[in-house]
Nanobody
Framework: QVQLVESGGGLVQAGGSLRLSCAAS????????MGWFRQAPGKDRDFVAA????????YYADSVKGRITISRDNAKNTVWLHLNSLKPEDTAVYYC?????????????????????WGQGTQVTVSS
């Protein structure tokens, strides 16, 4: 069992930065590949980024590549998503998820990698 709590969202101007955190509880956290997803109003939940259980491998959606960085610290039971050069179209609720499959399989799943556990989400709003 893994419980996930996201934080760090807020209102930011276009071009600004935010760091989202996903705090996990449960001893199983370090065994999971983790992902960040986002959902804009009226749209499906989209994949943003994934990281392997060790942190050694990462994968990004094309729409955010070069602007977003995912990282984790298993000793702190935390995954981060660093958002840079934010655009109004990045506005969404951002969720972290404990991926159901190992990293190399999860990143091939369509439409999005499946997750065993989800957080409640944190709102990111980017003003133009």
């Amino acid at each position: 069992q893994v419980q996930l709590v996201e934080s760090g969202g807020g209102l930011v101007q276009a071009g600004g930065s935010l760091r989202l955190s996903c705090a996990a509880s449960g001893r199983a956290f370090s065994s999971y590949a983790m992902g960040w997803f986002r959902q804009a109003p009226g749209k499906d939940r989209d994949f943003v980024a994934a990281i392997s259980w060790s942190g050694g491998s990462t994968y990004y959606a094309d729409s955010v590549k070069g602007r977003i960085t995912i990282s984790r610290d298993n000793a702190k039971n935390t995954v981060w998503l660093h958002l840079n050069s934010l655009k109004p179209e990045d506005t969404a609720v951002y969720y972290c998820g404990a991926l159901s499959s190992p990293f190399q399989i999860a990143i091939t799943e369509r439409p999005v990698p499946s997750s065993d556990y989800w957080g409640q989400g944190t709102q990111v709003t980017v003003s133009s």
